[in-house]
């Protein structure tokens, strides 16, 4: 129900920009975003867009990473510049709705090399 694309291997500095797009049985999202997991990390918040434009993200992220959501209904982009190493990890699109379901993508690589 979720495509994410983009992801890559990228020396560090380097740019990458991922991509998601809901389709089919995902109605009333209101929050779409990205998360990321890294080897034996715990999955984290990398950005979150809300319909009216209201961003959330760690500092981690911020000025390096840009958050938006596409001209297509429930599609979603990070511009990811200035990358760095330890931004290596699996990148998953998300999608909340307003009744509470969320929805995911199936991960996608993102690779620094330093």
């Known amino acids: 129900q979720l495509q994410a694309s983009g992801g890559g291997l990228v020396q560090a500095g380097g740019s990458l920009r991922l991509s998601c797009a809901a389709s089919?049985?995902?109605?009333?999202?209101?929050?779409m975003g990205w998360y990321r997991q890294a080897p034996g990390k715990q999955r984290e918040l990398v950005a979150t867009?809300?319909?009216?434009?209201?961003?959330n993200c760690p500092d981690s992220v911020k000025g390096r990473f840009t958050i938006s959501r596409g001209n297509t209904k429930n599609t979603v982009h990070l511009q990811m510049n200035s990358l760095k190493p330890e931004d290596t990890a699996v990148y998953y699109c998300a999608a909340f709705s307003w009744s509470g379901l969320d929805y995911w993508g199936q991960g996608t690589q993102v690779t620094v090399s330093s």
């Open positions: 089919g049985s995902v109605f009333g999202i209101n929050v």
């Open positions: 867009i809300t319909n009216t434009g209201i961003i």
